[in-house]
């Protein structure tokens, strides 16, 4: 979270506007971890006047000094106030008025509104008591980012009107967006699924590394929309969890994290994602149909999740005892009865009729039992008048998909053409009496998309595998299955842990000399102690329920090497990640520790020649390997080390911070040599709820502690 500060600068009618900052407001937001400050922080060449415009305008909280009638001040509280309807705080100085020291009185326009008053003492103008104030002005900013409220009066007096996104009003760098196009081309040319979604890490820490920028919000959403449309949905949903963090009520974020959560299995974060965007009172009628479908999936989801254990014979008559049935169909002609044109809704309504119509023929004595009793009612004719209901249903349905499909041909885009065909098809083996009609339905759209559409294959196969799953239209459902290839294979998404190493080199040889502490001693005494504490590290994984899928490390002298080897002899995949191109990360990893370690590593390199990566590859423009891009360069307290870990974290975490264990060979001081070390991938990994496996090298070593 970012903020910008409003106030007079230096010292006026007897206030230190700059103590002020100092002692009250940055004290603050350092306790609530916000970033950014006031126009001070950016000395760079161009216009003063539009860097403020820009941080004024995307800035997630401002905070405005209003103690003096100063004219930049309330100018710039005006902006924010006309263009961003929440998240701004109001300060005035009160108290001891001697000497210069005098508040001048709130202007009538902003008499009604909520201001935080600050103590004012003594002659030089600085705050009484600043430890009270700061507590009051911390609640005050977690209250307001907490309720999510409007504060601007402007938005307050016009209730409609709505307020621009800050994503707006600052565009991302060109080399960012590059970089992102760069990522999104090297995933598609990966072969296996799996290295798809490893490789999708990588707009993880573009996600990661835009959250630093006063154009976060839009550097978020580009990397977001990319891994949603690209399916890789662990990395999806923290990046929108980060948009969300920064504007509860975001629209796009809580529509894609409905369906980000229902695709990772987290139904109770999904529906509460679609309950955040129906209480929005501007949602149009596709949006609303959009969400009422959503929560109608999640609903299909818990209803069959307990049919999946049972014997098939018994999966009909359970189907149709449970209540989650009628709740799902109601959600889905929700969703229609919003959007006449929302055909999703409807086929899946339609689909769900069919289910209960089927089953109630099949079980007249559990669909009678399902309907609620009435007094002096014949509990069986009620039964049949229900059933009778249902039919209709099922036609009027029938109809409303056809003529939602007929608008859709007319004025829907091309991209969305597989799912009306799939749509039609599906709407054939619901109302056909004919197995050939319906095997030729599927026949002809599985032909035309197959290549480009996989998603939509896999999708369209499961509406299929639904019915199959609860015994209905028997001799439809196996024309149709009967035209899709088979499913591929499980892949490491599913198969076992993400195994990621961090752990210390071998000493250089006078190391001791420039007084450091021992930490990987130069004997082969540690180096056999060390591999066995790996060994058993990974055999503890192996042995866990989900298995190993492969590790990940760099290829340092002492810890990363041992890792790799130890891993080829447990026959456990792993990838090696580079900061630097081969000849200069042998010379900075690897060289210190002796020849032997040099050809090992070359070893190793030419073992995982196709299962190895190098940091400079993400790069969109050509520059010296040791240098961040460009767009990174002006981020101060950052380099390509701490860039290295993170972009080996996101990789992992690419299949979920539940799938990946960190092993470190690590001496467990906070402060290493520099900059991107064990301690800083360790830190990474647990505030990432990743497990973390410590081999305490001191102990190990026999180090003085």
């Known amino acids: 979270m970012r903020a910008f500060i409003v106030r007079p600068f230096g010292t006026k009618r007897g206030i230190n506007f700059d103590r002020v900052e100092t002692d009250l407001i940055a004290k603050a937001l350092d306790q609530l971890g916000i970033m950014g400050r006031t126009t001070a922080e950016i000395m ?5 006047r539009e860097d403020m415009f820009q941080l004024l305008l995307t800035a997630d909280l401002v905070v405005a000094d209003i103690t003096l009638h100063n004219a930049n001040v309330y100018y710039e509280l005006g902006i924010r106030h006309a263009l961003r309807d929440r998240m701004t705080v109001l300060l005035r100085g009160v108290g001891e008025e001697h000497g210069e020291m005098t508040a001048d009185a709130v202007p009538f326009d902003l008499l009604t509104d909520r201001y935080l008053t600050y103590q004012l003492s003594g002659p030089d103008g600085l705050i009484k008591e600043p430890e009270v104030a700061t507590e009051a002005l911390v609640a005050a900013i977690a209250q307001g980012r907490a309720s999510g409220g409007r504060d601007s009066p402007v938005f307050k007096l016009l209730p409609k009107l709505r307020a621009p996104s800050p994503d707006e009003f600052l565009a991302v760098p060109v080399d960012f967006e590059e970089e992102v196009e760069r990522t999104i081309s090297g995933i598609a040319k990966r072969p296996q699924s799996d290295e798809r979604t490893l490789f999708s890490g990588d707009l993880g820490l573009l996600a990661h590394e835009a959250r630093l920028f006063p154009w976060a ?55 509460a ?176 998309f197959r290549e480009a559409f996989s998603f939509a294959l896999s999708s369209a196969q499961s509406q299929l595998e639904l019915l199959q799953l609860v015994g209905v239209l028997e001799k439809n459902v196996t024309a149709g299955l009967a035209c899709f290839p088979a499913k591929p294979t499980q892949d490491a998404n599913k198969r076992g842990r993400i195994v990621l ?12 000399a420039k007084g450091k502490p021992p930490r990987f001693p130069r004997t082969t005494e540690a180096e056999e102690i060390a591999r066995q504490a790996v060994k058993a590290s990974i055999q503890r994984a192996l042995a866990s329920p989900q298995g190993i899928a492969f590790g990940l490390a760099g290829g340092a002298s002492g810890g990363d090497i041992l890792f790799h080897e130890v891993c080829e002899t447990l026959a456990v995949p792993t990838w090696l990640y580079l900061a630097l191109p081969v000849g200069r990360y042998k010379n900075e990893s690897v060289r210190g520790a002796g020849d032997s370690w040099l050809r090992r590593f070359d070893q190793l390199q030419s073992r995982l020649e196709t299962r190895s990566r190098c940091m400079p590859e993400l790069r969109s423009e050509a520059g010296e390997p040791d240098k961040l891009p460009r767009w990174l360069q002006a981020l101060p307290n950052y380099d390509i080390w701490q860039r290295n870990n993170l972009w080996m974290l996101h990789n992992a975490l690419s299949f979920g911070p539940d799938r990946v264990t960190l092993v470190a060979l690590w001496d467990e001081e906070a402060e290493g040599d520099g900059p991107g070390g064990t301690a800083h991938l360790v830190e990474l990994a647990r505030n990432a709820g990743a497990e973390v496996d410590i081999l305490n090298s001191k102990s190990l070593f026999g180090l003085a502690q």
Do not use: M
């Open 501 to 512: 190493f961090t752990g210390h080199r071998i000493d250089d040889a006078d190391r001791t």
């Open 273 to 448: 994602a679609a309950q955040r965007v129906l209480s929005r009172s501007d949602l149009s009628l596709d949006r609303r149909a959009e969400i009422h479908a959503l929560q109608a999936s999640n609903l299909k989801v818990q209803w069959l999740r307990p049919l999946q254990d049972l014997p098939s014979q018994q999966r009909g008559e359970a189907a149709l005892r449970s209540g989650l049935l009628p709740e799902a169909v109601e959600s889905y002609e929700a969703g229609f009865r919003a959007d006449r044109n929302h055909y999703y809704s409807a086929i899946n309504a339609l689909a769900l009729r069919v289910v209960q119509r089927e089953l109630a023929q099949c079980f007249p004595e559990v669909w009678e039992l399902s309907i609620p009793e009435r007094d002096g009612a014949d509990p069986r004719v009620q039964a049949e008048l229900e059933l009778g209901r249902i039919k209709e249903r099922i036609d009027r349905l029938g109809t409303g998909v056809t003529l939602a499909l007929e608008s859709a041909d007319a004025f829907e885009g091309p991209e969305n053409a597989v799912w009306r065909a799939f749509t039609a098809a599906d709407r054939t083996c619901l109302i056909s009496n004919n197995p050939a009609r319906v095997a030729e339905a599927f026949r002809r759209t599985i032909e035309k």
């Open 217 to 271: 919000g839009a550097g978020l959403r580009l990397v977001g929309r990319k891994q949603f449309d690209g399916k890789h949905f662990e990395g999806a949903r923290l990046t929108w969890e980060e948009i969300r963090r920064r504007d509860g009520q975001d629209l796009e974020a809580n529509l894609k994290l409905t369906t980000i959560c229902q695709k990772l299995g987290d139904l109770s974060a999904s529906n």
């Open 44 to 48: 760079r060449p161009g216009s003063i």
